[in-house]
């Protein structure tokens, strides 16, 4: 029915019911079925005719039914309050008519009956009528964590939508637990098993804005011991942003689990390294350079250059960055290889500041096409820095990687020499006095990027399993790839020249232990020894060519220094790095011969016998 039409048959059954609650009234006053004489008709019919007005006023036919929440009872409380005193007030004018006395239990009859008729016939309907269907049933009921004023907004958005059925509120707060907010009962987290066995529960939503980190951490670990799907609202600051809505649930993301404290960024830093300057960025379209793009775009930059050698990739991120800034946005495609083309980008767009994000980093297939992640990446990286120098780029920002730290394969190889080769042109530009910096950033693996492991396990838990590790004691460090981006930014802006950089990484992380916090996430269980029932099983299939059970991110950690930033730390190489044109001479050799052997002694003998693998302070 139309919403028109469905006032008018609400207010005609309002009027029913009032009329009905008078009579009532009168008949238990009698305590026998009500006969009433011509003046006590008009006096049954005079109820809803001041009670409509006023419940018109008060909102009652806005309403919708099937939305009404628990707190419209005081509204209707105060209507019918006043539409009872409306009818004593008509009721007293008759009395002075001379047309009868009203007995004075009348009106308190009838405002009871009436709000109980008003007020329930409403609240039932919406029980019965609108009752949970067999689907919201069937995908089980959810929880609440958090009833504070974001928790209770979620909840009616939630029923409003009609989609799950909600169960309650968890909640850290004694003063809470036990009560009724929104409607809902609020529970203490330690009733959660309880809860699953009787409700069904499959999915907790953390509705927590404003918690810290720490908090939110040790609230999801404990959540993530229960065979439930966990997801949250966004934090405050994002909320705060415009960038979600309060209604609006997202996944966890697996790094609030790694026990990460992140620091804020320093404007300071970024804007000293972004604002007003012309920025390219090679690799722009991989995970770590489009990252790197999205900040630079943020901070009012004068040019961003992409240079990137995958046409899709290329096409995608600048597709997406000229919709977010006025700033000139100028793609290149072209690979970090291709000496004309870099020497074109950098002439044309009189590059200030050059991030080199560009590189082959999966390590088994890199460890499959040897001679090719040799050519990438390091003669790329020759490529690229050469030019930077030779054009007067002020600050040049290697991305290196932890397995450039005692390599045990040739992509952790290439990028030590890529640091070599850094280090080479640092000290060249300190000789010649012409100011450019010249330094590395150096850190572990980075959550979601581009072949990284946590895109794998998700994929692999959603197709049911099994997930594959290589070791079940395999650890790598991680942190979030928005995090890695401030911190490659910043530590470009505290760069002196010939700087290897450090981003601390916090505690390395079991690869197993990661496995089997995603699956939790996802709300199944884990299929082992201990729990023969569980929905997906983690499988050791040995480890890849080239992996190390593992990685460090220095040589000496005594050499590595903190810097003005407390998560960028600050080691210099040992001159040295002169012999690097020599070694590369018959790296480059051995690439053109195809000589895989050949090159993989030159690639791993050099970086062991040279003075600049040892760091100092």
Not at 166 to 179: C, E, H, K, P, Y
Request: net charge neutral; hydrophobic share 45%.
């Amino acid at each position: 029915m139309p919403r028109p039409a469905k006032r008018v048959l609400l207010i005609g059954f309002d009027a029913v019911v009032l009329a009905g609650a008078v009579w009532v009234s009168y008949s238990l006053r009698y305590s026998a079925p009500f006969v009433p004489t011509p003046a006590q008709w008009l006096l049954i019919a005079a109820a809803p005719l001041v009670a409509i007005p006023i419940f018109i006023r008060h909102g009652l036919y806005r309403a919708v039914i099937r939305y009404l929440p628990e707190r419209a009872i005081w509204t209707m409380l105060q209507a019918m309050t006043l539409a009872a005193m409306a009818w004593v007030a008509v009721v007293f004018v008759t009395e002075m008519a001379g047309n009868g006395i009203v007995p004075r239990s009348v009106p308190f009859f009838y405002w009871m009956i009436g709000l109980l008729f008003i007020a329930g016939s409403r609240f039932a309907a919406k029980q019965f009528i609108w009752a949970p269907r067999d689907d919201q049933l069937k995908s089980g009921q959810i929880l609440i964590y958090g009833a504070g004023e974001a928790g209770s907004q979620l909840a009616m958005a939630l029923r409003s939508q009609g989609r799950r059925l909600i169960a309650g509120f968890l909640d850290d707060s004694r003063a809470l637990q036990g009560r009724d907010v929104a409607g809902l009962r609020v529970y203490s987290p330690d009733y959660l098993p309880q809860l699953i066995a009787n409700f069904g529960i499959q999915e907790v939503i953390l509705s927590m804005p404003s918690v810290t980190s720490a908090q939110r951490q040790r609230i999801v670990a404990d959540l993530t011991r229960h065979p439930i799907k966990i997801r949250t609202l966004p934090h405050i600051a994002d909320l705060l942003a415009g960038k979600y809505l309060v209604n609006q649930i997202r996944e966890i993301d697996i790094d609030e689990l790694l026990g990460r404290s992140s620091v804020p960024a320093d404007a300071e830093l970024l804007g000293e390294m972004i604002r007003g300057r012309s920025i390219l960025v090679t690799g722009a379209g991989g995970s770590i350079g489009s990252e790197l793009c999205r900040l630079v775009v943020r901070w009012s930059p004068q040019r961003l250059v992409l240079l990137e050698q995958n046409e899709f990739a290329l096409y995608n991120i600048h597709r997406e960055l000229i919709e977010q800034t006025d700033a000139e946005i100028v793609p290149v495609l072209a690979s970090v290889t291709d000496e004309a083309a870099v020497r074109r980008a950098l002439n044309c767009a009189r590059i200030d500041v050059l991030f080199h994000a560009a590189a082959h980093k999966h390590v088994p297939l890199v460890e499959a096409n040897a001679l090719e992640g040799m050519r990438n990446n390091v003669f790329g990286s020759l490529c690229i820095t050469r030019a930077a120098f030779e054009a007067g780029v002020e600050q040049f920002v290697l991305i290196s990687s932890d397995k450039a730290v005692r390599p045990t394969n040739v992509m952790g190889a290439t990028k030590r020499w890529a640091e070599l080769i850094m280090r080479h042109y640092a000290g060249l530009a300190e000789a010649a006095g012409t100011g450019q910096r010249f330094c590395a950033v150096r850190f572990g693996n980075v959550l979601g990027s581009n072949g990284s492991v946590v895109p794998l396990f998700r994929e692999q838990i959603a197709k049911g399993g099994p997930v594959t590790l290589t070791d079940p004691a395999m650890t790598r460090y991680f942190m979030s790839i928005h995090e890695a981006a401030e911190l490659i930014v910043q530590a470009g802006a505290l760069s002196d020249g010939g700087d290897v950089f450090l981003l601390e990484m916090g505690a390395p992380v079991k690869i197993s232990d990661l496995a089997r916090n995603m699956i939790q996430l996802a709300g199944q269980t884990v299929r082992d020894g201990d729990n023969p029932g569980g929905s997906i099983e983690i499988v050791t299939v040995g480890s890849r060519p080239g992996e190390k059970m593992f990685e460090e991110l220095f040589y000496d950690a005594s050499s590595a220094h903190p810097t003005r930033h407390p998560k960028i730390l600050r080691a210099t190489l040992r001159n040295g790095a002169h012999e690097v044109p020599d070694a590369l001479e018959a790296l480059q050799a051995a690439i053109k011969r195809g000589d895989e052997a050949a090159a993989r002694t030159e690639l791993f003998g050099r970086i062991t016998e040279t003075a600049p693998i040892r760091m100092i302070a």
